[in-house]
Nanobody
Framework: QVQLVESGGGLVQPGGSLRLSCAASGSIGSTYAMGWFRQAPGKQRELVAT???????NYADSLKGRFTISRDNAKNTVYLQMNSLKPEDTAVYYC???????????WGKGTLVTVSS
């Protein structure tokens, strides 16, 4: 069983920054991808960014330059640094982990980010 615990969400003003964290525990092995997705009210869940255990990263095109994903493999933790936040970034942000090579996928419960003045 794999558990993902997100933290760092909250209310921030437009132009501000937040850093999300997601710590994984359980039977994850040593090779897995971690990432962030988000779901805004009334919209489908969408990719934000992913990071492989080898260090490769992938971002939604619209978020490149403002969001940065990083991971600490020793802590089984992935981070999302979000800068220059906009009201349209308001969403529940979900952590995702995919175990390789089984490709079993796990989700956190989500953390709410609200960008508002």
């Amino acid at each position: 069983q794999v558990q993902l615990v997100e933290s760092g969400g909250g209310l921030v003003q437009p132009g501000g920054s937040l850093r999300l964290s997601c710590a994984a525990s359980g039977s994850i092995g040593s090779t897995y991808a971690m990432g962030w997705f988000r779901q805004a009210p009334g919209k489908q869940r969408e990719l934000v960014a992913t990071a492989s255990s080898g260090g490769n990263t992938n971002y939604a095109d619209s978020l490149k330059g403002r969001f940065t994903i990083s991971r600490d493999n020793a802590k089984n933790t992935v981070y999302l640094q979000m800068n220059s936040l906009k009201p349209e970034d308001t969403a529940v942000y979900y952590c995702n982990l995919v175990v390789v090579p089984s490709f079993m996928s796990y989700w956190g419960k989500g953390t709410l980010v609200t960008v508002s003045s």
